[in-house]
């Protein structure tokens, strides 16, 4: 199974800065990898597909990108909306699907 | 637009058996790739398992298989998911996600466009 590693747990960042969110594979996913967004309460939200293409409606502050084994979202700007829960997703083989454990970005 | 809509919240003694449903409006069902993934109280997403668009079957996750059945009816255009010998650990939030198949194919990787709205299964004595 591949093991997906998010840092930091936690990050605490001002309204209007920029957050950086990391996630480490395994193994390589090449570019099976996605983002999702979660609020308290409510189901996963896509942002990213295929390591850097946004999903349908997700605004330009957020981008992503790596591949193989290191992937960045970062959110440009931050809005009061964007603290949340975000976790990675891969997807390299159909067999197994995993979750990073998730980076919780708090309002410094 | 595409709405995943699930069946309400269940409690169940441990060594039974549950079956969630999610009802698909707005699309063909058989036109999406759905999965179920689960997250237990305060912890992570956890994928269960789902249709492979490549092998044109349904996939579970190792650490499921034999205790889930993931099933879909096209004529109701819905889909369940039934979890047996209960644990308490398998008390969480079970999600319906889902992509267009089309999509998947494009993407040449699993990402989940639309979720249901969750349903919580409490497994408790």
């Known amino acids: 199974e591949i093991v997906m590693t998010q840092s930091p747990a936690t990050l605490s960042v001002s309204p209007g800065e920029r957050a950086t969110l990391s996630c480490r594979a395994s193994?390589?996913?090449?570019?099976?990898l996605a983002w999702y967004q979660q609020k308290p309460g409510q189901a996963p939200r896509l942002l990213i597909y295929?390591?850097?293409t946004r999903a349908t409606g997700i605004p330009a502050r957020f981008s992503g990108s790596g591949s193989g084994t290191e992937f960045t979202l970062t959110i440009r700007s931050l809005q009061s909306e964007d603290f949340a829960v975000y976790y990675c997703?891969?997807?390299?083989?159909?067999?197994?699907?995993?979750f990073g454990q998730g980076t919780r970005l708090e309002i410094k | 637009q595409v709405q995943l809509l699930q069946s309400g919240a269940e409690v169940k003694q441990p060594g039974a058996s549950v079956k969630v449903s999610c009802k698909v409006s707005g699309y063909t069902l058989t036109d999406l790739s759905i999965h179920w993934v689960r997250q237990g109280p305060g912890k992570g997403l956890e994928w269960m398992g789902g249709?492979?668009?490549?092998?044109?079957?349904?996939i579970y996750a190792q650490k499921f298989q034999g205790r889930v059945s993931m099933t879909e009816d096209a004529s109701t255009d819905t889909a369940y998911m039934e979890l047996s010998s209960l644990r308490y650990e398998d008390t969480a939030v079970y999600y319906c996600?889902?992509?267009?198949?089309?999509?998947?194919?494009?993407?040449?990787?699993?990402?989940?466009?639309?979720w249901g709205q969750g349903t919580l299964v409490i497994v408790s004595s």
């Open positions: 996600a889902a992509a267009a198949k089309w999509e998947l194919l494009l993407r040449r990787s699993a990402s989940f466009d639309y």
């Open positions: 249709f492979d668009i490549e092998e044109a079957e349904t």
């Open positions: 193994q390589s996913v090449y570019s099976n």
């Open positions: 295929g390591a850097s």
């Open positions: 997703q891969q997807s390299n083989n159909w067999v197994s699907i995993t």
